[in-house]
Nanobody
Framework: QFKLVESGGALVQPGGSLRLSCAASGFTLDYYAIGWFRQAPGKEREDISCISSSDGSTYYADSVKGRFTISRDDAKNTVYLQMNSLNTEDTAVYYC?????????WGQGTQVTVSS
C-alpha cells in the first residue's frame, strides 16, 4: 500500500521552531517531486514549498521564504520541512505530496498551531 505519513506537528509559541517529517511507505521517494502544502481554517490549500527529484532544486512561497527549509533524505525515504520563526499565520494543517508524472500521493496531514 502506498502511503505518506506526516509527523511533527505541535502547539508552539510564536517565534518557535518545528520540524515536520513526511515518510513514505510502499514506494521510494527518489524519483518523486515532493511538496508541502498547508490549509488554515476557512482558507484554500496553499503550496508553500517543494523540492525536485532531479537536482534538489527548491521552491518557497513568499509567505515562508527565509523561515522554512525543505530537505530530503532519500536513504530514509523521508522529506523534512524545518520551520523557524513561526507566527500565528502559520497555524494550519500541513500536508505533504509526492508527484511523479500521473502518480500523486497525499498524506493525512499534521496540525501546527502557533499560539501564546
Amino acid at each position: 500500500q502506498f502511503k505518506l505519513v506526516e509527523s511533527g506537528g505541535a502547539l508552539v509559541q510564536p517565534g518557535g521552531s518545528l520540524r515536520l517529517s513526511c515518510a513514505a511507505s510502499g514506494f521510494t521517494l527518489d524519483y518523486y517531486a515532493i511538496g508541502w502544502f498547508r490549509q488554515a481554517p476557512g482558507k484554500e490549500r496553499e503550496d508553500i514549498s517543494c523540492i525536485s527529484s532531479s537536482d534538489g532544486s527548491t521552491y518557497y512561497a513568499d509567505s515562508v521564504k527565509g523561515r522554512f527549509t525543505i530537505s530530503r533524505d532519500d536513504a530514509k525515504n523521508t522529506v523534512y520541512l524545518q520551520m523557524n520563526s513561526l507566527n500565528t499565520e502559520d497555524t494550519a494543517v500541513y500536508y505533504c505530496n509526492a508527484q511523479l508524472n500521473t502518480l500523486n500521493y497525499w498524506g493525512q496531514g499534521t496540525q501546527v498551531t502557533v499560539s501564546s
